[in-house]
């Protein structure tokens, strides 16, 4: 069943049903315009230092510049592996002026990981925080990497602050390991080298790739997301043509909690947000809830982004709930599904609505979301953006009609042109006709809205029934005395599996006795939890996704002793 119906019968007035993907030939023609449109408009915000639209301009012209007299050409590869830090746009669009392909990089890989990534994708250059430089020590003979630049989280921010900044992460904190690579230069330095030679500039085409955005790697080996220039082009214009109804072109100050390498925070923030004149405000550790409190002391935020658990914990963080949110219009939730508690008392404590979207890398990744008016429908993932279908498909890959739960496909132009060099794994995620299966259970409302039942790797069988853990955390965490829930399948000699939860308490007076009989009031038998076990925390990935994959291997190296 086709949404476009319906979509076109909820969707908020001023929504338009389709965008025009080839607007521009390359992402980096929109940047350039970007750039010039708001030349003196400050652009991002990082520890209370702000760099300009035009400042972005000529840094990134000066690093391309720089790319470019090291020997890198069109098409090569270089890993921006950091966190929020201002030389992360610079670095970006500064690749892109010159045609050489960013692989985005998690900084928290182990030394396996960078190792995967660097060879697999054949990176030559990477731009590294200094704090993890120690790692690639480890591993870069392994690589082709030839250009190392280091960023540290100080340099950027003025001459005596930066300086300051850096004594204390490297002295005091000792967060900056030893680390001795050869030939490499600081951030700093490769811009003022730069600034010696001219940019031989690089548009590009529509089909081109110019991101390798590689998965999480939660199951099996991490495959690189070739994105090309139409792919982000078209979901930039999605994202801004189901966003600017509500917003002020040139005046918005967007908080981007998320790290910019997170395809997320990449797209919605830094490219769809900063394309409209948006200010970004970087926060470097998401983790650190102290610093998102500053960050709305001292800017006026009038939209936020960020997943499930960063509004969760917000919201139990005092300082937070007792700041002025009267300039916040905006809250946009993704990377994971949004509990229908959390975006209640989001609402309620911040007076703002908090809309859950949905994607993934694979789709650039927007494919859908809620009116950000918050006149959508809580609990599930919106309706598709413009230019995009989705639909809900059985087994047997057969359309399924409104209210039957199926796996969730996605067609549409910000649909990624497959896997790098992984053909055969391309194949497998792309129906013959191009629909991209995307792993996840769902269903269409009647009216249009799709709802998110689960992934499909993490449903548990009990007694041939299936059990979502989507569901069963939910209602384990509408409990006053819970904070944080994940659920896993446990083996079971009479139904297969049992469901067991891992609990992170609000208040420590709750007993396994109390969360079971709450949930045995609004669960069927089978979905009730057989199993609790009390943790001070959750394993989380760097943007706060809960790894039940993780809980599921500790909980099996357990039972066999």
Same mark, same amino acid.
Not at 15 to 20: E, L, Q, R
Not at 389 to 397: E, F, H, L
């Given at each position: 069943?086709?949404?476009?119906?319906?979509?076109?019968?909820?969707?908020?007035?001023?929504?338009?049903?389709?965008?025009?993907?080839?607007?521009?030939?390359?992402?980096?023609?929109?940047?350039?315009?970007?750039?010039?449109?708001?030349?003196?408009?400050?652009?991002?915000?990082?520890?209370?230092?702000?760099?300009?639209?035009?400042?972005?301009?000529?840094?990134?012209?000066?690093?391309?510049?720089?790319?470019?007299?090291?020997?890198?050409?069109?098409?090569?590869?270089?890993?921006?592996?950091?966190?929020?830090?201002?030389?992360?746009?610079?670095?970006?669009?500064?690749?892109?002026?010159?045609?050489?392909?960013?692989?985005?990089?998690?900084?928290?890989?182990?030394?396996?990981?960078?190792?995967?990534?660097?060879?697999?994708?054949?990176?030559?250059?990477?731009?590294?925080?200094?704090?993890?430089?120690?790692?690639?020590?480890?591993?870069? $003979?392994? /690589?082709?990497?030839?250009?190392? @630049?280091?960023?540290?989280? %100080?340099?950027?921010? &003025?001459?005596? !602050? #930066? +300086? *300051?900044?850096?004594?204390?992460?490297?002295?005091?904190?000792?967060?900056?390991?030893?680390?001795?690579?050869?030939?490499?230069?600081?951030?700093?330095?490769?811009?003022?080298?730069?600034?010696?030679?001219?940019?031989?500039?690089? $548009?590009? /085409?529509?089909?081109?790739?110019? @991101?390798?955005?590689?998965? %999480?790697?939660?199951? &099996?080996?991490? !495959? #690189? +997301? *070739?994105?090309?220039?139409?792919?982000?082009?078209?979901?930039?214009?999605?994202?801004?043509?189901?966003?600017?109804?509500?917003?002020?072109?040139?005046?918005?100050?967007?908080?981007?909690?998320?790290?910019?390498?997170?395809?997320?925070?990449? /797209?919605?923030?830094?490219?769809?947000?900063?394309?409209?004149?948006?200010?970004?405000?970087?926060?470097?550790?998401?983790?650190?809830?102290?610093?998102?409190?500053?960050?709305?002391?001292?800017?006026?935020?009038?939209?936020?982004?960020?997943?499930?658990?960063?509004?969760?914990?917000?919201?139990?963080?005092?300082?937070?709930?007792?700041?002025?949110?009267?300039?916040?219009?905006?809250?946009?939730?993704?990377?994971?599904?949004?509990?229908?508690?959390?975006?209640?008392?989001?609402?309620?404590?911040?007076?703002?609505?908090?809309?859950?979207?949905?994607?993934?890398?694979?789709?650039?990744?927007?494919?859908?979301?809620?009116?950000?008016?918050?006149?959508?429908?809580?609990?599930?993932?919106?309706?598709?953006?413009?230019?995009?279908?989705?639909?809900?498909?059985?087994?047997?890959?057969?359309?399924?009609?409104?209210?039957?739960?199926?796996?969730?496909?996605?067609?549409?132009?910000?649909?990624?042109?497959?896997?790098?060099?992984?053909?055969?794994?391309?194949?497998?995620?792309?129906?013959?006709?191009?629909?991209?299966?995307?792993?996840?259970?769902?269903?269409?409302?009647?009216?249009?809205?799709?709802?998110?039942?689960?992934?499909?790797?993490?449903?548990?069988?009990?007694?041939?029934?299936?059990?979502?853990?989507?569901?069963?955390?939910?209602?384990?965490?509408?409990?006053?005395?819970?904070?944080?829930?994940?659920?896993?399948?446990?083996?079971?000699?009479?139904?297969?599996?049992?469901?067991?939860?891992?609990?992170?308490?609000?208040?420590?007076?709750?007993?396994?006795?109390?969360?079971?009989?709450?949930?045995?009031?609004?669960?069927?038998?089978?979905?009730?939890?057989?199993?609790?076990?009390?943790?001070?925390?959750?394993?989380?990935?760097?943007?706060?996704?809960?790894?039940?994959?993780?809980?599921?291997?500790?909980?099996?190296?357990?039972?066999?002793?």
């Amino acid at each position: 069943m086709s949404s476009t119906k319906p979509w076109l019968a909820n969707y908020p007035n001023g929504v338009p049903a389709n965008i025009d993907p080839d607007m521009y030939t390359a992402l980096i023609d929109m940047v350039l315009e970007t750039f010039e449109k708001y030349r003196k408009k400050d652009a991002f915000t990082c520890m209370d230092k702000t760099l300009t639209f035009d400042q972005i301009d000529k840094y990134s012209e000066a690093f391309g510049a720089y790319l470019q007299s090291r020997g890198l050409e069109k098409g090569d590869k270089i890993a921006l592996m950091m966190p929020n830090l201002l030389q992360y746009p610079i670095a970006l669009f500064g690749a892109m002026r010159a045609g050489i392909i960013v692989v985005n990089t998690n900084p928290l890989y182990t030394t396996r990981e960078m190792r995967h990534q660097f060879t697999d994708s054949g990176v030559k250059a990477i731009v590294i925080a200094e704090n993890f430089a120690s790692k690639l020590q480890e591993i870069i $003979s392994d /690589t082709n990497i030839k250009v190392v @630049i280091t960023a540290s989280i %100080g340099e950027m921010l &003025g001459t005596f !602050k #930066g +300086a *300051m900044v850096n004594f204390v992460v490297r002295k005091v904190k000792r967060m900056v390991p030893k680390f001795d690579l050869a030939n490499s230069v600081t951030f700093k330095e490769s811009l003022a080298q730069g600034k010696k030679f001219k940019l031989v500039p690089h $548009s590009g /085409t529509p089909d081109e790739t110019i @991101i390798l955005q590689y998965t %999480g790697g939660t199951t &099996g080996v991490a !495959k #690189g +997301a *070739m994105l090309t220039n139409r792919n982000l082009v078209a979901n930039m214009q999605q994202i801004r043509a189901t966003m600017l109804p509500f917003l002020k072109v040139g005046e918005e100050i967007a908080l981007s909690p998320l790290p910019m390498y997170h395809i997320f925070a990449f /797209t919605v923030n830094c490219l769809a947000l900063m394309s409209i004149g948006t200010r970004t405000v970087l926060i470097v550790n998401p983790r650190d809830l102290s610093t998102i409190v500053d960050a709305f002391k001292k800017n006026d935020i009038t939209l936020m982004t960020g997943i499930n658990t960063l509004f969760n914990g917000l919201l139990n963080y005092k300082p937070f709930t007792e700041l002025d949110f009267s300039k916040l219009n905006v809250s946009v939730g993704g990377g994971m599904a949004v509990q229908r508690t959390v975006a209640e008392k989001w609402h309620k404590v911040t007076g703002c609505p908090l809309s859950e979207g949905y994607g993934m890398t694979e789709s650039s990744p927007v494919a859908s979301v809620n009116p950000i008016d918050g006149s959508g429908k809580l609990g599930t993932i919106g309706m598709p953006i413009p230019s995009t279908d989705i639909r809900i498909v059985n087994d047997n890959g057969q359309p399924l009609g409104a209210g039957e739960v199926g796996e969730i496909q996605i067609k549409g132009p910000q649909v990624m042109k497959g896997y790098y060099n992984r053909p055969d794994e391309t194949a497998r995620t792309f129906t013959p006709d191009g629909w991209l299966c995307t792993g996840d259970i769902g269903e269409m409302h009647e009216d249009g809205y799709f709802q998110i039942v689960d992934r499909k790797k993490n449903m548990i069988l009990v007694s041939g029934f299936n059990v979502y853990p989507s569901e069963v955390e939910e209602i384990a965490v509408s409990h006053p005395k819970v904070l944080e829930v994940a659920a896993i399948g446990m083996p079971n000699e009479k139904s297969g599996e049992v469901v067991k939860i891992y609990v992170v308490k609000k208040d420590k007076s709750l007993t396994p006795e109390e969360l079971i009989a709450h949930c045995r009031e609004k669960l069927t038998g089978y979905k009730v939890p057989k199993a609790i076990e009390f943790r001070d925390e959750l394993p989380k990935s760097n943007v706060g996704k809960i790894l039940h994959r993780v809980l599921k291997e500790e909980m099996m190296k357990e039972m066999n002793g």
